[in-house]
Nanobody, 126 residues
């Protein structure tokens, strides 16, 4: 049974870099087939794709944040990370790191697909 746990700084300031870590247990992130994803949900809005990394460390970034994000991994810790540069005041959201199946990325993200952690709230100070 896979478990995913997001962790982060708790608060960031505009223009800073947000760094989040997803710790995975129960299955290696080098396992074939899965996409280790980042998704966020701003207050009052739907889920938004950020990007993902696959078993071979190939990454895909969705257009809305593509110029400001990086996704990487540490296989020794079975973790993958998200960096979002130049955080804006509109960035507050709950960030999730779900395990997704190929094909899911062509659809609007849904809690009904894949395996999810609890998410981590990231407020942005003014």
């Amino acid at each position: 049974q896979v478990q995913l746990q997001e962790s982060g700084p708790g608060l960031v300031k505009p223009s800073q870099t947000l760094s989040l870590i997803c710790t995975v247990s129960g299955v290696p992130i080098t396992t074939n087939f899965y996409l280790w994803s980042w998704i966020r949900q701003p207050p009052g809005k739907g889920l938004e794709w950020i990007g993902y990394i696959d078993r071979s460390a190939s990454t895909y970034y969705f257009p809305s944040l593509k110029s400001r994000i990086s996704i990487s991994r540490d296989t020794s810790k079975n973790q993958f990370t998200l960096q979002l540069r130049f955080v804006t005041p509109e960035a507050p959201a709950v960030y999730y790191c779900p395990r997704k199946y190929p094909g899911a990325t062509t659809r609007i993200p849904s809690f009904a697909e894949g395996d999810w952690g609890q998410g981590t709230q990231v407020p942005v100070s003014s």
